[in-house]
T-cell receptor
Framework: GQNIDQPTEMTATEGAIVQINCTYQ??????LFWYQQHAGEAPTFLSY????GLEEKGRFSSFLSRSKGYSYLLLKELQMKDSASYLC?????????????FGKGTRLSVIA | DAEITQSPRHKITETGRQVTLACHQT?????MFWYRQDLGHGLRLIHY???????NKGEVSDGYSVSRSNTEDLPLTLESAASSQTSVYFC????????????FGEGSRLTVL
């Protein structure tokens, strides 16, 4: 079975740094993805990790430890527009484009 | 610009009626997916397709069907709508690299009364 856990809600202050954690237990592993979803909108792709380590993309970074089944999304210099849900998704091991399995998402509120 | 569009964006129907949600993509992607999103559950996979005439069941496929007659379209049909199928439905497509990057449609909000 697949199990992906992330906190339901987080609050952080504008200009600060926030870390959103994701732990997973899946049947094999073939990549971890982070998506951003603003209220009432579609999810949009943020990052992808398949090897251990940190991937940096501007204000956003994503980290992966396969041995621990753990990832985090790091958002720096928070802006009000970063208020959104952040979805962690894992691709289990399988042939070809195995569908992604999503966590329930973390709703981040950025306050002044 | 290439895009993925869903229709209708909002629909209200009655229990027992057949409903079809359309999904059309111009990315020329082979892979297309239907997810539903509900509070407390996140995105759950309903059906998916890896190409024309290919369809596969996802985690929550009961009560839903899809068909893939061309590359661009993957309509989702609810044969007999139930109140438990009130949800927001997202269609998505993907191709190649980076693997798994899904491009989502804007969503269809379905209410079954």
């Amino acid at each position: 079975g697949q199990n992906i856990d992330q906190p339901t809600e987080m609050t952080a202050t504008e200009g600060a740094i926030v870390q959103i954690n994701c732990t997973y237990q899946t049947s094999g592993f073939n990549g971890l993805f982070w998506y951003q979803q603003h209220a009432g909108e579609a999810p949009t792709f943020l990052s992808y990790n398949v090897l251990d380590g940190l991937e940096e993309k501007g204000r956003f970074s994503s980290f992966l430890s396969r041995s621990k089944g753990y990832s985090y999304l790091l958002l720096k210099e928070l802006q009000m527009k970063d208020s959104a849900s952040y979805l962690c998704a894992v691709r289990p091991q399988g042939a070809g484009n195995t569908p992604l399995v999503f966590g329930k998402g973390t709703r981040l509120s950025v306050i002044a | 610009d290439a895009e993925i569009t869903q229709s209708p964006r909002h629909k209200i129907t009655e229990t027992g009626r057949q409903v079809t949600l359309a999904c059309h993509q111009t990315w020329n992607h082979n892979n297309m997916f239907w997810y539903r999103q509900d509070l407390g559950h996140g995105l759950r996979l309903i059906h998916y397709s890896y190409g024309v005439h290919d369809t596969n069941k996802g985690e929550v496929s009961d009560g839903y069907s899809v068909s893939r007659s061309n590359t661009e379209d993957l309509p989702l049909t609810l044969e007999s709508a139930a109140s438990s199928q009130t949800s927001v439905y997202f269609c998505a497509s993907s191709e190649g690299s980076p693997p798994g990057e899904l491009f989502f449609g804007e969503g269809s909000r379905l209410t079954v009364l």
